[in-house]
């Protein structure tokens, strides 16, 4: 009887998955810091060394925030809150740093674009999330 009330599987501190609350912005999160690794690759190949070291660094340290904010989402998990403002600040600061070394025509046209359609959109969701507080799983 007690293995039927208290299955092997299920341990303490044991949540369900996320609610769909959850559920969008932590594939949205995963998703983005998915999309940066092969990102990176592509930046540690074609830029000089000095610069990509910069760079790589930079965007491996965003996509391990990402990563680590959505999986948590997903998983229901609490804790997304710090990655999530991490990812936020490293993203805004990514996208200044874009536009601020840019020169000017197509390389200045790409980092905007780059920072409306992904950047900034991204970095305001994750601010909101990090805003929101841990709710715990219902059970």
Known sequence: MTLLLNPPSVKAGWRPLATEGRRWPGRVLTGAGLALLPWTACLAATLPP???????????????????????LLRGAPGHRRPAAAAALLLLADAALDLATAAPGAELATAVAMALA???????VCGALALRPDRPAAR
């Open 50 to 72: 000095g610069q990509a070291a910069a760079w790589v660094s930079l965007d491996l340290l965003e996509a391990a925030a990402l990563l680590t904010a959505g999986r948590r």
């Open 118 to 124: 992904a950047e900034l959109p991204l970095a305001a």
